[in-house]
């Protein structure tokens, strides 16, 4: 697993709709090379597409290396949670999601 999508303990919950934009230079690290891609190319602002569309290209880049044979679409609701893990690494580093008024 790459240094930035590492498992958190605790999850936040952050609402579908909070704000979210890319701070930084395109990373190197492959999982946050897929954030950045959402928010940057791709345009996605709310928090909730962009969980959608990084766990979508995880589990397809993931089905791709490991084929049908590994059985990767019975973890395919698991790429949903890694993808709001690696935001909330992300977040006050290289992202940052705010809701409402800018506050968490």
Same mark, same amino acid.
């Given at each position: 697993?790459?240094?930035?999508? =590492?498992? &958190?303990?605790q999850?936040?919950a *952050?609402? #579908?709709d909070? %704000? ?8 190197s690290?492959?999982d946050?090379v897929?954030?950045w891609?959402?928010?940057?190319r =791709?345009? &996605?602002?709310a928090?909730?597409? *962009?969980? #959608?569309?990084? %766990?979508?290209?995880m589990?397809r ?6 084929g049908a ?7 395919e ?5 890694h ?7 992300l977040?006050?580093?290289?992202l ?9």
């Open positions: 697993m790459h240094a930035h999508s =590492r498992m &958190l303990s999850a936040t *952050v609402p #579908d909070a %704000s979210v934009a890319w701070t930084a230079e395109r990373p690290d492959e946050a897929l954030v891609e959402a928010v940057t =791709r345009r &996605l602002t928090y909730g597409a *962009v969980v #959608d569309w990084v %766990s979508e290209q589990f880049r993931d089905l791709h290396r490991l044979r590994a059985d990767a679409g019975f973890f609701p698991f790429y949903r949670a993808a709001r893990q690696l935001l909330a690494l977040d006050g580093r290289v940052q999601i705010a809701s409402g008024a800018g506050a968490r």
